[in-house]
């Protein structure tokens, strides 16, 4: 999930520098702690506060211990300069899960995980930064797979001096790129291409939409002059780019980083603009679904296309997945969620 209009961007600016994502705390049985491990490293401790036992989403969610998705935000420049995240940003089929992909959080328990930030950011200039993990995980029922709903986390700032020449030292999640743009063959490539053009009509359609605030008080929590203006112009880039006068992404069907386990329909390389669609993207999903907040392979595309800088700049976050987690987000939270351009261009199509 990051892109506006430059006016868009320094209102953000200033308010992620003084509040960051700010999401109710009260409302959560979780409880978020960090703290500072050597240079780069950072302990990332969940509680349950609840009265009961919690299944939570590990795959794709700050809880990943295996795929280099962003599991802290992190800030320089004294909170006002985002730090550029390096690694994979994936979209799951929310049905079908497996018990691998998630960890039960008996009451009153702590899971514990170590994310080394220089892997996954660019933190070579070295200095002050601030660290955060905030954002909402989706969960199941004890026993259960199936996702029940999703739980607001938010911990507090964590204050961290880095020494730039050490963190460049550390690996990178991710290679180098290598072969890109042909892998694309056979029956993807037509499923690609009609995705592709779907793409462009869905989010062509939903930026007029957005331009006359049709929606978008559901969507985005506001209807001002601003939002509309912000939503129709990162939808109407990836029209552009769907359409294929952009170009600014890869449109890919290999997986040359390893991010396509099971359930994952897709998952996007930020930093290179890099989009790659699994095996489940053309096995699990229809062309185009005619249910409300339903995935299919076009919003699926619209959804990867938000997290390309590229396409509209900063590329979005992945910040609440599906209606219900998308919905719960202040306007400035749901202007940089990937899925809320995704449902709303999904509720335009079909008139939700
Ligand atoms: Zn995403």
Same mark, same amino acid.
């Given at each position: 999930m990051k892109a506006f209009a430059h006016l868009i961007v320094s209102s953000l600016v200033a308010y992620v520098s003084t509040t960051a994502i700010q999401v109710d705390r009260r409302a959560s049985p979780l409880s978020v702690a960090l703290t500072a491990s050597g240079n780069t490293e @950072? =302990?990332?401790? @969940? *509680? +349950? +506060?609840? +009265?009961?036992?919690? +299944?939570?989403? *590990? =795959?794709g969610t700050f809880l990943d211990e295996v795929n280099p998705v962003e599991k802290v935000s992190m800030y320089a420049a004294g909170g006002s300069k985002k730090v550029p995240f390096e690694g994979i940003k994936i979209r799951l089929l929310t049905t079908g899960l497996s018990a691998d992909d998630f960890v039960l959080l008996g009451v009153g328990e702590t899971k514990e995980v170590t994310v080394e930030t220089a892997a996954l950011h660019s933190l070579s200039d070295g200095g002050e930064f601030d660290v955060f993990a905030q954002g909402y995980i989706p969960f199941a029922e004890e026993g259960s797979t199936e996702l029940a709903g999703t739980l607001p986390y938010d911990s507090d700032k964590l204050s961290m001096s880095i020494d730039g020449a050490m963190a460049a030292t550390v690996a990178k999640a991710l290679g180098k790129r290598t072969v890109i743009g042909s892998s694309c063959t056979g029956s993807r490539l037509s499923s690609i291409r009609t995705a592709l053009s779907n793409c462009q009509r869905l989010a062509s359609n939903a930026a007029s939409a957005a331009s006359s605030g049709t929606k978008l008080d559901i969507y985005f929590k506001s209807t001002s002059s601003s939002v509309r203006n912000t939503v129709s112009a990162r939808l109407r880039a990836v029209a552009n780019d769907c359409g294929g006068s952009g170009r600014a992404t890869t449109t890919n069907c290999n997986d040359p980083y390893g991010g396509c386990s099971s359930n994952v329909l897709a998952y996007t390389v930020p930093s290179q603009n890099f989009i790659t669609y699994c095996n489940l993207f053309f096995n699990g999903l229809p062309a185009l679904t005619s249910t409300c907040h339903g995935q299919d392979q076009a919003n699926t595309v619209l959804h990867e296309e938000c997290h390309a800088p590229g396409v509209y700049s900063p590329g979005t976050d992945d910040l609440g997945y599906g209606y219900n987690a998308a919905t719960r987000l202040s306007t400035n939270q749901a202007l940089n969620n990937a899925d809320s351009f995704a449902l709303y261009a999904n509720a335009i199509q079909v008139n939700c």
């Open positions: @950072v =302990k990332v401790a @969940v *509680t +349950n +506060n609840g +009265n009961r036992p919690l +299944n939570l989403l *590990t =795959k």
